[in-house]
Nanobody, 122 residues
Framework: QVRLSESGGGLVQAGGSLKLSCAAS????????MAWFRQAPGKEREFVAG???????YYADSVKGRFTIARDNAKNPVSLQMNSLKPEDTALYYC????????????????WGQGTQVTVSS
């Protein structure tokens, strides 16, 4: 059974940086796409960044140039470096996994972590 767990969230001032990590267990194959989604109160869950099984990177326009996704190792398959944070980046951030390719629809992901809170103060 695949389990994902995020860490690294916190409170930061606008312009600051945070790095989120996703720990995984049960990922026995190396053909997973990993993504980060976020959900702010009262809003739908939205795609932030993703990396396909062939290591192609994808970013939402709102974070392009500020966030960087990276594939690490089997136990920590993906991280998200977030720079130049803005108050509108405040949300609960989730790590998600599915086979092969990135999809922007959260319903297409099989595996989810519990989320880590990111709060950016102005």
């Amino acid at each position: 059974q695949v389990r994902l767990s995020e860490s690294g969230g916190g409170l930061v001032q606008a312009g600051g940086s945070l790095k989120l990590s996703c720990a995984a267990s049960g990922l026995t194959e190396n053909d997973y796409a990993m993504a980060w989604f976020r959900q702010a109160p009262g809003k739908e869950r939205e795609f932030v960044a993703g990396i396909s099984w062939t290591n192609t990177e994808y970013y939402a326009d709102s974070v392009k140039g500020r966030f960087t996704i990276a594939r690490d190792n089997a136990k920590n398959p993906v991280s998200l470096q977030m720079n130049s944070l803005k108050p509108e980046d405040t949300a609960l951030y989730y790590c998600a996994g599915r086979r092969y390719n990135i999809n922007y629809d959260p319903k297409s992901y099989n595996y989810w972590g519990q989320g880590t809170q990111v709060t950016v103060s102005s």
